[in-house]
C-alpha cells in the first residue's frame, strides 16, 4: 500500500512540475502581491507543511494488514490525482500560482471546469481525505481542510479578477457551473 500511495504521489509530481514549467516558459512576471502577502504566504505553508505531514506519516505508519477502508483511500487518492492531472492539462499554459491571469490567457470552460470553476482546489480537497482515510490520520484531512478554506477565501479575489478580465462571459460561466462541487 505505502509503494502505490508513493507511485501515485510520484505520478503527481511528475505530472504538476511538467505542466508548471511549461505555463512558466512564457518568461512572463506575474504580480503575486494582488493576492495578498499573508494570504499567499499561508497557502504555501499550508502546503508545505501538509506534505511534509505525509512524508511523515508515510514513513511512521506500521502498515498493518490493509483493510478494505484503506485501499478505498489509495484509489481515491489516485482518483484525485487522475482529476488534478486532468486539470492541469486542461488549464495548460494559463496555469499560474496566483490570482493574476497571463496576457495570453483565455477563459476555460472544458474539461474538469465543465463541472466546476476550481478543480484544483477540489483536487486537494479530495487528496487530502483520501490520504486521511489510507493513512487512518486525522491530520491530512485536517491539513486539506485547512488550505481548502484558505482557497475559498482567495477564490473570492482570483474571481474578481476573472470578471475583470472576461467579463460577462465569466459571469454567465458562474451562474452555470459551481465555485468547488458540481451544480445539481
Not at 85 to 104: A, K, P, Q, S, Y
Not at 113 to 127: D, E, F, K, Q
Not at 139 to 154: I, T, W
Amino acid at each position: 500500500m505505502r509503494l502505490a500511495l508513493i507511485a501515485i504521489a510520484l505520478v503527481f509530481v511528475t505530472f504538476g512540475g511538467y505542466y508548471r514549467i511549461r505555463s512558466q516558459q512564457s518568461g512572463e512576471s506575474l504580480d503575486r502581491s494582488r493576492e495578498g502577502w499573508p494570504l499567499f504566504a499561508a497557502i504555501r505553508l499550508t502546503g508545505l507543511l501538509t506534505v511534509g505531514a505525509t512524508a511523515f506519516w508515510l514513513h511512521k505508519t506500521q502498515w498493518p494488514a490493509p483493510s478494505a477502508l484503506r485501499w478505498t483511500g489509495v484509489i481515491c487518492f489516485a482518483l484525485s490525482v487522475a482529476w488534478l492531472i486532468w486539470m492541469f492539462h486542461t488549464l495548460g499554459r494559463n496555469l499560474t500560482d496566483t490570482v493574476v491571469t497571463r496576457r495570453e490567457a483565455f477563459l476555460v470552460i472544458h474539461g474538469p471546469y465543465r463541472y466546476v470553476r476550481n478543480p484544483m482546489y477540489t483536487g486537494v480537497l479530495m487528496a487530502g481525505m483520501s490520504l486521511g482515510l489510507a493513512l487512518r490520520t486525522w491530520l491530512l484531512p485536517g491539513g486539506s481542510l485547512a488550505m481548502f478554506a484558505l482557497f475559498a477565501v482567495r477564490t473570492r479575489i482570483e474571481e474578481r479578477y476573472l470578471i475583470e478580465r472576461f467579463g460577462d462571459a465569466y459571469r454567465d460561466y458562474m451562474q452555470t457551473t459551481g465555485r468547488f462541487f458540481p451544480r445539481l
